[in-house]
């Protein structure tokens, strides 16, 4: 298929059959893989793009146009390499102890970039904090069972596994034939129509974002590109990474809120009350603790559309499993296979974090599906992506022999923003709509710089 006819096929899958035509420029490939990472990435994010033509559309009754290049997607599925912060790259983002390692039957891959993720395993291999301790320790230990253990002591840690291994594991079996992004009514509510005169599709759309690291903000960037307004609630009880928020903080405001206090809970509550859509990334369940999970939020503001994102998803022996996309990408046989067509032993990752972004773009596609939907027809609605589902979907587009492909020059794809009183440099948004550009009205704002308040 071509990266038009898969966004057209998720425009489907998301409930927009009559989506607008989209316009793909480039070739591939054009980042080095086995996979079609340069196809998800114009078909994801071409799709969101077309579901803000649809709502365009049905709030004016004007049509436009929706174009993509692919060099741009591709490029887009690495944004937060390119962002610059006061004319500085990023800080390397990996923890040292963090990586794939040798066992004593295969490979694990440690993901240690948050310090509570890193002092459990540490715990757990009763190590020194250095690589050749870890290293040395893992040797002693066997993969899957080391991933057992990490995972029940609150640890994150992928085994190393083939395609076909993977294929095989319980996990797999219980997501297979499920589609990359699912919608379903969770209860009756009257259609809350859009505001009219709009001077962009989501003019006036009111966005609360509850994610974290990359794919979950990516789609609150995505739906603020289109005109949304985005606040961002961050905990002050969790680690987050600067230069990833300089990223995908464009154009959201950012405020602070301690859900672990009623005074919190109270406020996070009133701002539910007066959103459209509510997006969240924490694993299944953890919001429901206070009191927010989907059906709760849908009963404080009939008429929502709420946003889940996980690794793993809420069925099979793994829902609810943290998980990051470097872990899935092990865990589920993309560095095996990428490791396979490059003739070497040892993990190889995909060239970005593709199940990431790519699934932030099928989030914010599906949540303005939703809204669309919300407003023709009542009810509040949750819409469903897992970064093991949208490997899934990334496997079935095929592979091609692409790994020689030298990285991009994406100079001419960058733009002035700003992180806080700081000048920044980054990466455009790819998906081009004739009449209403998607752009940023606003730079990225320090965690909690802003007040908790519409």
């Given at each position: 298929?071509?990266?038009?006819?898969?966004?057209?096929?998720?425009?489907?899958?998301?409930?927009?059959?009559?989506?607008?035509?989209?316009?793909?420029?480039?070739?591939?490939?054009?980042?080095?893989?086995?996979?079609?990472?340069?196809?998800?990435?114009?078909?994801?994010?071409?799709?969101?793009?077309?579901?803000?033509?649809?709502?365009?559309?049905?709030?004016?009754?004007?049509?436009?146009?929706?174009?993509?290049?692919?060099?741009?997607?591709?490029?887009?599925?690495?944004?937060?390499?390119?962002?610059?912060?006061?004319?500085?790259?990023?800080?390397?983002?990996?923890?040292?102890?963090?990586?794939?390692?040798?066992?004593?039957?295969?490979?694990?891959?440690?993901?240690?970039?948050?310090?509570?993720?890193?002092?459990?395993?540490?715990?757990?291999?009763?190590?020194?904090?250095?690589?050749?301790?870890?290293?040395?320790?893992?040797?002693?230990?066997?993969?899957?069972?080391?991933?057992?253990?990490?995972?029940?002591?609150?640890?994150?840690?992928?085994?190393?596994?083939?395609?076909?291994?993977?294929?095989?594991?319980?996990?797999?079996?219980?997501?297979?034939?499920?589609?990359?992004?699912?919608?379903?009514?969770?209860?009756?509510?009257?259609?809350?129509?859009?505001?009219?005169?709009?001077?962009?599709?989501?003019?006036?759309?009111?966005?609360?974002?509850?994610?974290?690291?990359?794919?979950?903000?990516?789609?609150?960037?995505?739906?603020?590109?289109?005109g949304a307004d985005v606040l961002y609630v961050a905990s002050p009880n969790?680690?987050?990474?600067?230069?990833?928020?300089?990223?995908?903080?464009?154009?959201?405001?950012?405020?602070?809120?301690?859900?672990?206090?009623?005074?919190?809970?109270?406020?996070?509550?009133?701002?539910?009350?007066?959103?459209?859509?509510?997006?969240?990334?924490?694993?299944?369940?953890?919001?429901?603790?206070?009191?927010?999970?989907?059906?709760?939020?849908?009963?404080?503001?009939?008429?929502?559309?709420?946003?889940?994102?996980?690794?793993?998803?809420?069925?099979?022996?793994?829902?609810?499993?943290?998980?990051?996309?470097?872990?899935?990408?092990?865990?589920?046989?993309?560095?095996?296979?990428?490791?396979?067509?490059?003739?070497?032993?040892?993990?190889?990752?995909?060239?970005?974090?593709?199940?990431?972004?790519?699934?932030?773009?099928?989030?914010?596609?599906?949540?303005?599906?939703?809204?669309?939907?919300?407003?023709?027809?009542?009810?509040?609605?949750?819409?469903?992506?897992?970064?093991?589902?949208?490997?899934?979907?990334?496997?079935?587009?095929?592979?091609?022999?692409?790994?020689?492909?030298?990285?991009?020059?994406?100079?001419?794809?960058?733009?002035?923003?700003?992180?806080?009183?700081?000048?920044?440099?980054?990466?455009?948004?790819?998906?081009?709509?004739?009449?209403?550009?998607?752009?940023?009205?606003?730079?990225?704002?320090?965690?909690?710089?802003?007040?908790?308040?519409?």
């Amino acid at each position: 298929m071509t990266p038009a006819a898969i966004a057209a096929d998720l425009c489907a899958k998301a409930g927009l059959p009559d989506a607008a035509r989209l316009t793909v420029t480039g070739h591939e490939p054009a980042l080095p893989s086995s996979f079609r990472v340069d196809a998800a990435a114009a078909s994801s994010i071409g799709a969101a793009g077309l579901a803000a033509e649809a709502i365009w559309r049905h709030r004016t009754g004007h049509a436009q146009q929706v174009a993509i290049d692919i060099r741009h997607a591709a490029a887009e599925f690495r944004s937060e390499r390119y962002i610059r912060v006061g004319d500085k790259p990023p800080k390397d983002p990996w923890d040292p102890i963090a990586g794939a390692y040798p066992t004593a039957d295969g490979w694990v891959r440690l993901h240690t970039n948050f310090p509570h993720h890193r002092d459990a395993i540490l715990k757990l291999l009763a190590c020194d904090n250095t690589r050749e301790a870890v290293a040395a320790a893992l040797r002693r230990r066997k993969a899957e069972a080391f991933e057992t253990a990490a995972w029940q002591a609150g640890a994150c840690v992928s085994a190393y596994r083939s395609l076909a291994e993977w294929d095989a594991h319980p996990h797999a079996r219980a997501l297979a034939g499920l589609p990359p992004l699912r919608l379903e009514r969770l209860r009756a509510a009257p259609p809350h129509p859009f505001a009219p005169n709009p001077d962009r599709p989501l003019a006036g759309v009111k966005v609360l974002d509850l994610t974290r690291v990359i794919a979950g903000p990516v789609a609150g960037r995505t739906l603020a590109a289109h005109g949304a307004d985005v606040l961002y609630v961050a905990s002050p009880n969790v680690p987050n990474l600067p230069d990833l928020v300089a990223d995908t903080g464009r154009g959201k405001r950012a405020c602070a809120i301690d859900l672990e206090t009623a005074e919190g809970r109270d406020t996070l509550r009133g701002l539910v009350e007066h959103c459209d859509i509510f997006l969240q990334s924490y694993r299944p369940g953890a919001l429901a603790r206070h009191g927010f999970g989907p059906a709760q939020v849908a009963a404080m503001r009939p008429g929502i559309v709420v946003g889940t994102l996980s690794a793993y998803g809420e069925t099979g022996p793994w829902a609810g499993k943290r998980g990051f996309d470097s872990l899935v990408q092990t865990a589920t046989g993309f560095n095996h296979a990428e490791a396979q067509a490059a003739g070497q032993s040892a993990p190889k990752p995909l060239p970005c974090q593709a199940l990431d972004h790519a699934s932030g773009y099928l989030l914010a596609l599906g949540t303005m599906a939703a809204r669309l939907r919300q407003a023709r027809e009542g009810g509040s609605w949750k819409v469903s992506v897992a970064l093991a589902t949208t490997g899934h979907w990334l496997r079935a587009l095929g592979r091609i022999d692409g790994l020689a492909t030298p990285d991009p020059d994406i100079s001419d794809l960058l733009e002035p923003s700003r992180f806080g009183d700081t000048a920044t440099t980054a990466i455009r948004h790819a998906a081009a709509l004739s009449d209403t550009p998607a752009h940023w009205a606003r730079g990225a704002s320090i965690l909690g710089a802003d007040p908790a308040a519409w």
